[in-house]
């Protein structure tokens, strides 16, 4: 199933953040979790359940980047349910011990079942990106060799081939001019290799061909600030959350933008707000560090970056988390063991 990216290549001008501590007294922790197809794509909103001693004490919905959360929990094992009529039923044994760490992350993935419908998302309750035609009617709307050269782009995408993904995403925007989810992907893979005057004029094509989706004005926010001018960055960024108040990619543009601004409380609300919406986005903490840094909050930073090293231990900025902890002289301490 072709898919597109709400907010890719995100790039940090400053240097590190973390989480905020959730409960972190009295041995409370949380579990969060991301679910995503076999293949790499979006998994989209789900119910997700969560078992203890083989009752559910809880049930969320994920996001529509399949990113889900459970708070405020005892250290136990827990199982994480996922049943859903296309898909493989998924039963994932979580264990939360809280004098390790106070979160326990689990990522996992869907594999679709045989003879389901191929667009099995289609049908599911939408996301938080509402403006987005769902992939079974864009299908109606572009022709086949525009969805194939796309297909291609987003596989290059996911084998790191940025540069054979651009041309399949300018290949498909050749065949169907007003493929705005191509547009999206092209603009995305240009930020990521810093041509921003490109990747403008490609978000700024997304927006005017889908004027109701969120995430093309939170990529020209994003683009802006990457770019110095604050100015132009803030009313795309107000038309992002007017579409999409709740969005986790937009609390963190609106943190990011606070804090160029000096507005540090701001900054921290917004900041705070995006990880309690998606736990696992790691820019949010890491902007977050880059905040309680600079307001000389050097406690409240080094327990952040405790959590960030033991939550995610493999993410590209953990040697750089260490680092950091270690000029700060509390490199061989472990938050948990305070």
């Known amino acids: 199933m072709p898919h597109w990216r709400s907010l890719s290549a995100l790039r940090i001008p400053l240097l590190l953040a973390s989480i905020s501590s959730f409960a972190q007294q009295g041995g ?9 197809q076999a293949r790499g ?5 789900m119910l997700v359940d969560l078992q203890l001693r083989g009752a559910t004490i809880s049930s969320t919905y994920s996001d529509d980047e399949g990113k889900f959360g ?9 199982h994480v349910l996922v049943r859903d009529e296309h898909f493989r039923p998924i039963d994932e044994l979580v264990v939360l011990d809280t004098s390790i760490s106070q979160v326990a992350v689990v990522r996992i993935s869907l594999t679709p079942l045989e003879g389901t419908n191929k667009d099995p998302l289609s049908k599911r309750e939408t996301g938080s990106n509402r403006g987005m035609v769902d992939p079974s009617e864009y299908q109606k709307h572009f022709p086949k060799p525009a969805l194939k050269e796309f297909d291609k782009g987003v596989a290059a995408d996911n084998d790191r081939d940025g540069d054979s ?6 290949k498909a925007i050749s065949l169907a001019p007003d493929f705005y989810p191509a547009h999206n992907n092209l603009g995305s893979d240009y930020l990521s290799k810093a041509e921003f005057t490109a990747a403008r004029k490609e978000f700024e094509e997304v927006v005017r061909l889908n004027q109701s989706d969120a995430a093309g004005y939170f990529n020209l926010s994003n683009v802006c600030m990457l770019t110095g001018k604050l100015d132009e960055a803030q009313p795309f960024l107000d038309e992002g959350l007017r579409r999409e108040p709740a969005s986790a990619l937009g609390q963190f543009l609106l943190g990011s933008l606070n804090l160029r601004r000096g507005k540090y409380p701001e900054a921290e ?3 705070r707000r995006a990880i309690q919406t998606s736990p696992v986005m790691t ?9 309680l840094m600079k307001l000389g909050r050097t406690e409240e930073a080094k327990s952040e970056l405790h959590d960030f090293v033991n ?19 509390d490199g061989g ?3 948990n063991q305070k």
């Open 311 to 329: 939550t995610f231990p493999d993410d590209p900025y953990t040697p750089k988390a260490k680092q950091l902890l270690a000029r700060l002289g």
């Open 165 to 170: 993904a651009i041309r399949h995403y300018q």
């Open 333 to 335: 301490q472990q938050h």
């Open 283 to 291: 820019q949010a903490r890491l902007q977050l560090i880059n905040l």
């Open 70 to 78: 459970f708070y405020g929990l005892e250290s136990a094992p827990y």
């Open 269 to 271: 609300s917004a900041l």
């Open 41 to 45: 794509d979006l998994a989209g909103r």
């Open 28 to 36: 409370i922790g949380s579990i969060v979790g991301e679910l995503q």
